[in-house]
């Protein structure tokens, strides 16, 4: 089955900063690649998502990128601010009109200092 | 609109007790999941629904059971706990479709589960 691999599991950043996670998998048919915030106490949120036929995708402040050959996605915050930390998923998956299950990796831990 | 919503919140169990978690969806998702969520360990997939009255195994289904009676409940049961159940369990649900056009998987607030 699908293996997601998530790095770093804790990261920390001054206020500001970028902030970026790597995530890889292993099964080439995945196509469809989602990142979950999860703060302290609640359910994880989906905050972008991307699918294999699109290489880059932004939205405000966060940005996914994909490389489908060598099979690694990676998430990007920019211009850091303290409410951003929080616990980071990745996920693959191949998904259909039938829908899907999402692969998880372990999370990163991210904290953002004043 | 609710969203999804679980209960109990909290829940202590003996080894042996069984239970039953509860999920609910109020806008009317035909697929539904559940995950747990352990230490280091990110969420695993336990049992999934691709809609009323159908369930499929997921990654680590061994010690549940699941049902989806009604489209907008899926049930979690545990007939006998062990200590390895304890957890955060968490449910999720999607709307039929694209994935990525609409908002992914939804997410409740979890049910934290401790088995002694």
């Known amino acids: 089955g699908e293996n997601v691999e998530q790095h770093p599991s804790t990261l920390s950043v001054q206020e500001g900063d970028s902030a970026v996670i790597k995530c890889t998998y292993s099964?080439?048919?995945?196509?469809?690649f989602p990142w979950y915030k999860q703060e302290l106490g609640k359910g994880p949120q989906l905050i972008i998502d991307?699918?294999?036929?699109?290489g880059e995708k932004k939205d405000q402040r966060i940005a996914v990128t994909l490389n489908k050959t060598a099979k690694h996605f990676s998430l990007h915050i920019t211009e850091t601010q303290p409410e951003d930390s929080a616990v980071y998923f990745c996920a693959a998956s191949i998904a259909s009109n039938s829908g899907y299950a999402l692969n998880f990796g372990k999370g990163t831990s991210l904290l953002v200092t004043p | 609109n609710a969203g999804v919503t679980q209960t109990p919140k909290f829940r202590v169990l003996k080894t042996g007790q069984s239970m039953t978690l509860l999920c609910a969806q109020d806008?009317?998702?035909?697929?539904m999941y559940w995950y747990r969520q352990d230490p280091g360990m990110g969420l695993r997939l336990i049992h999934y629904s691709v809609g009323e009255g159908t369930t499929a195994k997921g990654e680590v289904p061994d010690g549940y059971n699941v049902s989806r009676l009604k489209k907008q409940n899926f049930l979690l049961g545990l007939e006998s706990a062990a200590p390895s159940q304890t957890s955060v369990y968490f449910c999720?649900?999607?709307?039929?479709?694209?994935?990525?056009?609409?908002?992914?998987?939804?997410f409740g607030p979890g049910t934290r589960l401790l088995v002694l």
């Open positions: 099964d080439s048919a995945s196509n469809y």
């Open positions: 991307i699918r294999s036929n699109v």
């Open positions: 806008m009317n998702h035909e697929y």
């Open positions: 999720a649900s999607l709307e039929a479709g694209t994935p990525g056009l609409r908002s992914g998987q939804y």
